[in-house]
């Protein structure tokens, strides 16, 4: 009866544990399903903030840019000096693309004073050089102009005659020769006429005439060729110098008063008689211009012999061009007094003279020189 009694009180109890224990235990089910269901949430987090595997992962030993790894760089350090990032950014750029002219450099000439004189009792020298090697000096004196010959460039000997005589009007006197070669084998010489000996622009008028010859002494007047009072130039187109060009047009460069300025002007002709003022001065305050071409370049040489438009001093200078028409700055020859009217043998590539005039009275006029030599 003890043993029963025991049993009954014992069995209770262990129901009572047992309901607790099952109650415990869903309690627990409860709290995993609860922290299973929290960590899948954090997870799912976790895997939107990560990037994508990339289906090709990195070669050992290759190293992906930042950019390729989609991450953020490192940080710069404190010391290494960090760009205002309200500068702007400067978006041009560094290489430029624009075509940049070469430099041409200007000749330069050694230049020596030639002894003595080529000619005495003439100046306003023009130097032609023959097809013969000759070289002939054609200069002015109160008779016209003249001509005198030379072997060699320096001693020249005068020819008998007179190749332009004066005339009446506006060939009452008669100087300034220049020449050129014509494609039938003669040659054309350009001359200033003037109607006085007063000098310069307002006191006389000086207008350009052309004459031909076979033989470069006996010569035929042809007539007017640059009419200064109609021709733009206010009645003074004084010292010509003529060339022709590649195309076989002939320009004239000549002292002008157009616009009543002091400078050397241009006219062009397509058939070396009938010429068209070309606009604007080949260069301002300097006369008697002289040219020569020296490989791709042109060389006016001319004379800076009046205060009242002095731009450098009394002299003998060069002014380089490419085209002809547009004009470096003066280049200095030699500066003197009493000097002027430049004309220009070139000897070869690398060798030019140049004569001029000269004056110191009481001396006659003569002729003189200097020899260049390309640097």
Avoid at 268 to 289: A, H, Q, T, Y
Wanted: glycine share 8%; proline share 7%; net charge negative.
């Amino acid at each position: 009866m003890a043993q029963h009694v025991k049993a009954f009180i014992f069995f209770p109890k262990v129901a009572f544990s047992m309901e607790k224990m099952i109650k415990l235990f869903l309690v627990f089910i409860a709290m995993m399903v609860f922290f299973g269901c929290t960590q899948s949430a954090e997870k799912q987090q976790v895997s939107e903030q990560l990037p994508p595997l990339k289906e090709n992962p990195e070669p050992p030993g290759q190293k992906i840019p930042a950019k390729e790894q989609n991450v953020q760089p490192p940080m710069q350090n404190d010391s290494v000096e960090q760009k205002d990032p309200e500068e702007p950014t400067n978006l041009i750029s560094e290489t430029n693309d624009t075509p940049i002219e070469p430099f041409v450099e200007a000749l330069s000439f050694s230049w020596e004073k030639d002894s003595g004189s080529r000619v005495v009792d003439g100046s306003v020298p023009f130097v032609h050089l023959l097809k013969n090697g000759k070289v002939r000096l054609y200069y002015c004196n109160n008779k016209g102009i003249l001509s005198a010959i030379s072997d060699d460039g320096l001693t020249f000997e005068k020819e008998q005659g007179v190749r332009i005589a004066p005339g009446t009007g506006f060939e009452s006197i008669v100087c300034d020769p220049t020449i050129v070669n014509l494609p039938d084998g003669k040659m054309r010489m350009y001359y200033k006429g003037a109607n006085s000996q007063a000098g310069g622009p307002g006191q006389s008028i000086h207008k350009i005439y052309s004459a031909v010859s076979s033989d470069g002494l006996t010569f035929q007047k042809e007539g007017l060729r640059i009419d200064s009072e109609t021709s733009g130039d206010n009645g003074w187109a004084s010292v010509p110098d003529a060339i022709t060009l590649p195309d076989g047009r002939v320009r004239i460069y000549y002292v002008t008063a157009a616009e009543m300025q002091h400078g050397i002007g241009s006219s062009i002709s397509s058939d070396g008689l009938n010429f068209v003022k070309e606009p604007g001065l080949r260069v301002e305050n300097l006369v008697d211009p002289a040219l020569v071409k020296v490989g791709d370049k042109y060389l006016l040489f001319a004379a800076s012999i009046d205060e009242r438009f002095a731009r450098v001093p009394k002299g003998i200078y060069y002014l380089e061009s490419s085209d002809g028409l547009d004009f470096g700055e003066p280049i200095t020859v030699f500066q003197e007094d009493n000097v002027y009217d430049p004309s220009v043998l070139k000897i070869d590539e690398n060798m030019i003279r140049v004569f001029y005039g000269k004056v110191v009275p009481p001396q006659l006029p003569a002729v003189e020189s200097h020899t260049g030599v390309v640097d």
